[in-house]
T-cell receptor, first 112, second 117 residues
Framework: KAGVTQTPRYLIKTRGQQVTLSCSPISGHRSVSWYQQTPGQGLQFLFEYFSETQRNKGNFPGRFSGRQFSNSRSEMNVSTLELGDSALYLC???????????FGPGTRLTVL | GQQLNQSPQSMFIQEGEDVSMNCTSS?????WLWYKQDPGEGPVLLIA?????ELTSNGRLTAQFGITRKDSFLNISASIPSDVGIYFCAGQSSTIMNSGGYQKVTFGTGTKLQVIP
């Protein structure tokens, strides 16, 4: 079975721009979660989607949003980028609650 | 955001030595997970623990789910150079709602392991 895939792998943006990241879960997995990883804050939960609905949300500002499509693929959007948004953004999928999550390779976002 | 207390933060060991790291929390979890992350990659699941007291092995790796459900440890025996990386613990709790349930995963701060050949 193919693993979780994320595109693009690397992205460079400037402050004020917006960005969209994509995640394709493992086939058959309906739950997709997004995480931000930085050296200072570690792995922080952003949100989780299941059947196109956001079920759970972390403590991030409204500039961070996401959605899930009927094929379980998910996108994450960050508007009005700030320097502090530079991070590795990870997507993880699982069949459903409370199954174990499997991570993708991440998208490395650099904001200049 | 919330993180679990994971120790040690980093370790330098000789190839062939055994390694032990642990995670503690003030909260109870239903599941404990251990991941390994290589630079520039996503975490890879090593071991999942589902019951308090459970001891599970995966090759040279052994992990245990603490009796109190607030801690877990991971042991690596006979370390080899490819064990180098950052190891994360994660506690998973589940919430039941009328519309179904969802899980919340909290990660540890990570243990950076360096193996000297």
């Amino acid at each position: 079975k193919a693993g979780v895939t994320q595109t693009p792998r690397y992205l460079i943006k400037t402050r004020g721009q917006q960005v969209t990241l994509s995640c394709s879960p493992i086939s058959g997995h309906r739950s997709v979660s997004w995480y931000q990883q930085t050296p200072g804050q570690g792995l922080q939960f952003l949100f989780e989607y299941f059947s196109e609905t956001q079920r759970n949300k972390g403590n991030f500002p409204g500039r961070f949003s996401g959605r899930q499509f009927s094929n379980s693929r998910s996108e994450m959007n960050v508007s009005t980028l700030e320097l502090g948004d530079s991070a590795l953004y990870l997507c993880a999928s699982s069949p459903d609650y409370p199954d174990t999550q499997y991570f993708g390779p991440g998208t490395r976002l650099t904001v200049l | 955001g919330q993180q679990l207390n994971q120790s040690p933060q980093s370790m330098f060991i000789q190839e062939g030595e055994d390694v032990s790291m642990n995670c503690t929390s003030s909260s109870i979890f239903n599941t404990w997970l251990w991941y390994k992350q290589d630079p520039g990659e996503g975490p890879v699941l090593l071991i999942a623990l589902y019951k308090a007291g459970e001891l599970t092995s995966n090759g040279r790796l052994t992990a245990q789910f603490g009796i109190t459900r607030k801690d877990s440890f991971l042991n690596i025996s006979a370390s080899i150079p490819s064990d180098v990386g950052i190891y994360f613990c994660a506690g998973q709790s589940s919430t039941i709602m009328n519309s179904g349930g969802y899980q919340k995963v909290t990660f540890g701060t990570g243990t950076k392991l360096q193996v000297i050949p």
